[in-house]
């Protein structure tokens, strides 16, 4: 029988008992001083017992932040688990012959001439053809690792990008449209993403 996966729970079993047992014992201790301060009329004793409610709240409420402090804790873990995901096999890439690459541009797209017919000349170009091109409205994929390449003008606007069911604006090269059918989109179509706006 195979074990429940542990990474599926945000808390673990001691955490469970320890924001049990502290809500408890907080909970006993503040009826125990509702009770004490209702059976007394002296002020200096109705003191005492309001001191031990309050400690019992602090009981409960410490073992309550204890709780969500361990939650916000395997939040984190999960959210930088999410981001630094090996980037998967673009199947385009992956497609080419061996020894060949993908051109980012038709100034890259040159392939040297063959070892034995190697002299001093310059490498020789080969007619590049352009990929077909796309419509606004159709989805691409956007390929493996993001690179955080800033634009040659900083002036220049940035292009913005959204998957089919995400509410906010990312950069091509974010790491959360990795591997995604994105389409483009404008500034005004939404509000820019926490992770790559940065």
């Known amino acids: 029988m195979n074990a429940p996966d542990r990474r599926a729970e945000p808390w673990r079993d001691g955490d469970v008992l320890t924001v049990c047992a502290t809500t408890f014992i907080g909970l006993a201790v503040i009826v125990a001083a509702w009770f004490g301060v209702s059976g007394t009329v002296s002020a200096t004793r109705q003191a005492a017992w309001l001191n031990a409610g309050v400690a019992g709240f602090a009981t409960a409420a410490g073992g309550l932040c204890l709780w969500l402090l361990r939650l916000r804790r395997a ?45 001093e000349s310059a490498p020789q170009r080969q007619p590049y053809a352009p990929a ?47 591997g995604k059918a994105v389409t483009p989109a404008g500034l005004d179509d939404g509000e820019p993403c926490g992770v790559c706006a940065a």
């Open 132 to 178: 077909p091109q796309r419509h606004a409205y159709e989805p691409t994929r956007t390929a493996g690792p993001p690179q955080r390449a800033r634009p040659e003008d900083p002036t220049a606007p940035l292009q913005w990008v959204r998957a089919a069911g995400m509410a906010r604006l990312h950069h091509p090269g974010c790491p959360l449209v990795a």
């Open 75 to 119: 939040v984190g873990e999960r959210r930088v688990a999410l981001i630094s995901l090996a980037p998967q096999e673009d199947p385009y890439v992956s497609a080419l012959p061996e020894g060949s690459y993908m051109p980012a541009s038709p100034d890259d797209a040159y392939v040297p001439a063959p070892q034995s017919d190697r002299h």
